[in-house]
């Protein structure tokens, strides 16, 4: 007879021995071949069809998502649900959108018709104040952690430092190639990481926030686009044309190559253990081994801007042709793969030939079954993360079949 499904948040890479119980093991997943669709929670043709989107930042409390196009509008949505709350006009094309740590301001950078970087408030989309500098055009922006300061990036190579309070301008950081496409402060404040793109911006580097100073450079062979940084600080990804790279923060050690070109965008998940990248495809890596885990095809378009939120539950992606969507992180939760998994056991003769099935784990990854905690069988689930296995020749009576940290009597 059929036995009972059970499911959970966390299918964990894990293997169930007959009296030690869960033992950990080591799984390293093939490359994740090209899928469909992500898990979408909100999808929005939100910005002026035919205009790109280049960006989307969540709100430090994570329930608002903004967007900021080439149609020369800023739209905030309510990150949940997708519920429009506000279109704030700005004056050229929208290249990065950044909320101050307390959710009250949000920062822009345009360029083209309209070269400046201003700040906006939330609460009623006003402005409060333009920052600009002649004839060049503003890339990025994000704000200090402590919102005194906002950082930005513009196209003469230089990264130009704010006090928010009055728009003073603070210092410039001199040293790019090219077009200054990504900011990021680290926690402390103290360290700014910048990256340099167009026409011969082929690098990250490190600053020192108090004096300018240049602290550390990190080589591409090509472009860089954007950087991120993991939430314990000791990594730091940077998206360009000729991939992604993972780096030691420490002394700018090259951890590891993620070749698949082009990357234009690149967000830790709040625990590290995931990264989402955007170029021709949005593609989830896991970050302890560089495995590609999802690459999803479903975006046909090209991706400008990828952000995780606050929980790390769900991604942002922003996309060519006005799109703004929101998909679920199929690798939340604790250990491997966050991935909704189930488990089904069925006995034919009494008992004597036991069938296990595995469905909605990890695609493409080992797993291990086994019959009342012995007689190991390692399968390898399918593209739709499916396995099977089936025992022959045994006692009759009730069995139970599990598989990682899943189990099903019957």
């Known amino acids: 007879m ?5 499911s959970t948040r966390c299918l964990r890479a894990v293997l169930i021995g007959a009296a030690a119980g869960v033992v950990s093991a080591s799984v390293v997943a093939p490359a994740a071949k090209a899928q469909g669709a992500p898990e979408i929670v909100w999808r929005h043709q939100g910005h002026a069809p035919g205009y790109d989107v280049y960006a989307v930042a969540f709100s430090s409390g994570g329930d608002i998502l903004a967007s900021g196009s080439e149609d020369f509008d800023i739209r905030l949505w309510r990150s949940s649900d997708g519920t429009h709350i506000r279109k704030i006009d700005d004056h050229g094309w ?16 345009t360029a083209g018709f309209d070269m400046a970087v201003r700040l906006w408030r939330v609460s009623d989309g ?12 503003a890339q990025a922006v994000a704000f200090s952690p402590d919102g005194a300061v906002v950082a930005s990036g513009w196209s003469d190579g230089n990264v130009r430092l704010w006090r928010v309070s009055d728009g003073a301008l603070l210092r410039t950081l001199t040293g790019h190639a090219g077009y200054v496409e990504s900011v990021v402060f680290f926690a402390d404040g103290q360290t700014l990481a910048s990256c340099g793109a167009w026409p011969n911006g082929r690098t990250v580097k490190l600053w ?19 950087v991120a940084i993991s939430a314990d600080e000791n990594l730091l990804a940077s998206a360009g044309s000729d991939g992604l790279k993972l780096w030691q923060v420490s002394d700018g050690t090259l951890v590891r ?34 495995a590609l885990l999802r690459n999803y095809t479903d975006a046909t378009k090209e991706t400008y801007g990828v952000r995780f939120s606050i929980d790390g539950v769900t991604y942002a992606y922003a996309t060519r042709g006005g799109w703004v969507t929101v998909a679920r992180n199929p690798f939340v939760g604790t250990e491997e793969c966050g991935w909704l998994a189930k488990i089904k056991a069925k006995c034919k003769d009494n008992g004597a030939t036991v069938i296990g099935k595995l469905a909605k784990s990890l695609p493409n990854s080992p797993v291990t079954f086994t019959l009342d905690g012995k007689n190991p069988i390692e399968r390898t689930t399918n ?24 189990e099903a009597g019957c």
């Not at 059929?2 to 059970?6: D, H, I, N, Q």
């Not at 020192?208 to 954007?226: A, F, K, M, P, W």
């Open 94 to 109: 929208v290249m990065s959108v950044g909320f101050s740590p307390d959710g009250e301001l949000l920062a822009s950078a």
């Open 126 to 137: 006003s402005l409060v104040r333009t920052l600009t500098v002649p004839d060049v055009h």
């Open 257 to 290: 190559t993620m070749p698949l070109t082009p990357t234009n965008a690149v967000s830790f998940s709040p625990d590290g253990r995931v990264l989402v990248s955007g170029g021709g495809t949005v593609r989830l890596w896991r970050v302890s081994d560089g």
């Open 383 to 406: 593209g739709r993360g499916k396995a099977k296995v089936k025992y022959t020749e045994q006692a009759p009576g009730p069995h139970k079949v599990a598989s990682c940290d899943l």
């Open 208 to 226: 020192r926030v108090s004096d300018g100073s240049l602290i550390r450079t990190l080589e591409h062979g090509r472009q860089v686009h954007d």
């Open 2 to 6: 059929s036995g009972r499904s059970k």
